[in-house]
């Protein structure tokens, strides 16, 4: 069997080939997909859709999922390499938007392929979430729908996705039940010495004196308790981006704390499963993080400092019994979370997380079986000209798609790999891109504010 991964970021690559590699294998392990054909025989091509987040090499090594084959694509570039070779199974780890994009453009080339009278068949399509979905639910959700299955992350992700699908008549069959592909690990043992890590996020909170609060905290916890290790853990170096824009990068406001970092706190990067090795405390926002410290049974916190607010995400945790504050675990509070909201969100941290993904794998296996026979119908997402003609054809023309899914006159082409010329043009445009959100735009907004 054939996977192909389409994804636009480093933590959507790492979901995407991990999603891929439980839907189509009876593995259960949390093992990397090889450089070669996995022990069921199947192989995976990854493709990297190119924008402002396409993981650096770094960040794609940080992750350390592997596949037979790795490139950098456009929409347009993807959809003819389906045109030309479709695989059995293709999961899209993207954005809202691409999600649409590309679901309109696959239904074109299969149609045409069809009325061309080829082969009878077309690929298996899965998409899904991340992490937690806290934000743009029905927007989100709407411009995924056409998607042979749309996986959700827990029970009560499920529930909300086929709500909201059934709630505008659309049709909810493709809602799957399944977990974070992510999750697993050794369960949690004390360590010496003890260890506090900070998850940070890219953009929870997204101002300068809020992030530098938390950071100031995590410096202050850090003197109180000389006999810790605290660790503030990032997503990325500075000029790097993972899937949400960092704008204010901890690095640099920790370069300006007052006396400088204290000699037990410091900065680490790395695969987030081998920080929760050493972790005896994980303490964040609202990061995804925290889902896989509480599969682990590690004590975890999620800080109520900012306010509880839909805009930071951590109202997701409402009723965990984790939501706490720096000055709670500055006197030594460990929250202790509760048990019916663990399941309910696909922790599983009771043992059964290991048939978390056999739904999945079922329904993709019928889907296949169908396709096989010329059976699976065509992709049919919710929006069209029909539902949507104010809003469609805008989200598929910023991948240079028509309104009909086929490539808009004057789009790019690439039907060979890019010069040494155009790959220098690509690198200065996105490193100038990355300057102007890190830099620029802050001088800005604190010139409006003025």
């Known amino acids: 069997m054939r996977v192909a991964v389409l994804a636009d970021s480093d933590t959507r690559w790492k979901w995407g080939a991990l999603t891929a590699n439980r839907i189509v294998s009876d593995s259960r392990s949390d093992g990397h997909i090889s450089d070669g054909p996995t022990s069921d025989g199947h192989r995976l091509s990854g493709y990297l859709l190119r924008g402002r987040a396409t993981p650096t090499p770094r960040q794609l090594e940080e992750v350390g999922v592997r596949a037979d084959s790795l490139r950098e694509v456009t929409a347009?570039?993807?959809?003819?390499?389906?045109?030309?070779?479709?695989?059995?199974?293709?999961?899209?780890?993207?954005?809202?938007?691409?999600?649409?994009?590309?679901?309109?453009?696959?239904?074109?080339?299969?149609?045409?392929a069809r009325i061309a009278g080829g082969r009878g068949r077309r690929p298996v399509v899965?998409?899904?979430?991340?992490?937690?979905?806290?934000?743009?639910?029905?927007?989100?959700?709407?411009?995924?729908?056409?998607?042979?299955?749309?996986?959700?992350?827990?029970?009560?992700?499920?529930?909300?996705?086929?709500?909201?699908?059934?709630?505008?008549?659309?049709?909810?069959?493709?809602?799957?039940?399944?977990?974070?592909?992510?999750?697993?690990?050794?369960?949690?043992?004390?360590?010496?010495?003890?260890?506090v890590v900070f998850a940070a996020q890219p953009s929870v909170p997204d101002s300068a004196a809020q992030r530098g609060y938390l950071l100031r905290r995590l410096v202050e916890h850090a003197r109180l308790h000389p006999d810790r290790e605290v660790l503030l853990k990032l997503r990325s170096k500075p000029g790097e981006h993972t899937t949400h824009i960092e704008e204010l990068p901890y690095q640099k406001l920790a370069q300006r704390v007052d006396g400088g970092l204290p000699a037990n706190c410091r900065l680490v990067y790395?695969?987030?499963?081998?920080?929760?090795?050493?972790?005896?405390?994980?303490?964040?926002?609202?990061?995804?993080?925290?889902?896989?410290?509480?599969?682990?049974?590690?004590?975890?916190?999620?800080?109520?400092?900012?306010?509880?607010?839909?805009?930071?995400?951590?109202?997701?945790?409402?009723?965990?019994g984790c939501l706490t504050s720096w000055d709670r675990l500055d006197a030594g509070h460990l929250p202790e979370p509760d048990e019916t909201w663990l399941a309910r969100q696909?922790?599983?941290?009771?043992?059964?997380y290991e048939s978390a993904f056999d739904g999945a794998r079922e329904?993709?296996?019928?889907?296949?079986?169908?396709?096989?026979?010329?059976?699976?119908?065509?992709?049919?997402?919710?929006?069209?000209?029909?539902?949507?003609?104010?809003?469609?054809?805008?989200?598929?023309?910023?991948?240079?798609?028509?309104?009909?899914?086929?490539?808009?006159?004057?789009?790019?082409?690439?039907?060979?790999?890019?010069?040494?010329?155009?790959?220098?043009?690509?690198?200065?445009?996105?490193?100038?891109?990355?300057?102007?959100?890190q830099r620029v735009a802050p001088v800005i907004r604190r010139m409006g504010e003025l």
């Open 126 to 195: 899965v998409t899904g979430y991340v992490g937690v979905v806290y934000e743009k639910l029905a927007d989100g959700l709407l411009l995924r729908h056409g998607a042979d299955v749309v996986l959700a992350n827990s029970r009560q992700d499920a529930e909300r996705f086929r709500a909201v699908y059934e709630g505008v008549g659309a049709n909810a069959a493709s809602v799957t039940e399944a977990a974070l592909p992510f999750l697993g690990g050794a369960p949690y043992e004390k360590h010496d010495p003890y260890t």
């Open 363 to 437: 329904r993709v296996t019928g889907l296949l079986a169908a396709a096989a026979a010329g059976q699976l119908p065509p992709l049919k997402p919710y929006y069209s000209l029909t539902t949507a003609r104010g809003y469609l054809p805008g989200i598929l023309a910023r991948h240079h798609l028509g309104p009909d899914g086929a490539p808009l006159p004057g789009a790019p082409t690439a039907d060979k790999e890019p010069g040494p010329v155009r790959q220098i043009v690509r690198r200065a445009a996105r490193g100038a891109y990355r300057h102007g959100v």
């Open 346 to 352: 696909g922790v599983a941290a009771d043992g059964t």
């Open 270 to 320: 790395g695969h987030m499963g081998e920080v929760l090795d050493r972790t005896d405390l994980l303490v964040t926002v609202s990061s995804t993080a925290a889902l896989e410290s509480l599969h682990r049974r590690i004590p975890t916190a999620v800080l109520t400092d900012l306010g509880v607010r839909e805009a930071l995400g951590n109202h997701h945790f409402t009723g965990s």
């Open 76 to 112: 347009i570039e993807f959809l003819r390499e389906m045109e030309r070779d479709a695989p059995d199974v293709i999961v899209l780890a993207l954005v809202g938007g691409a999600v649409q994009a590309v679901l309109h453009g696959l239904a074109r080339v299969t149609e045409d």
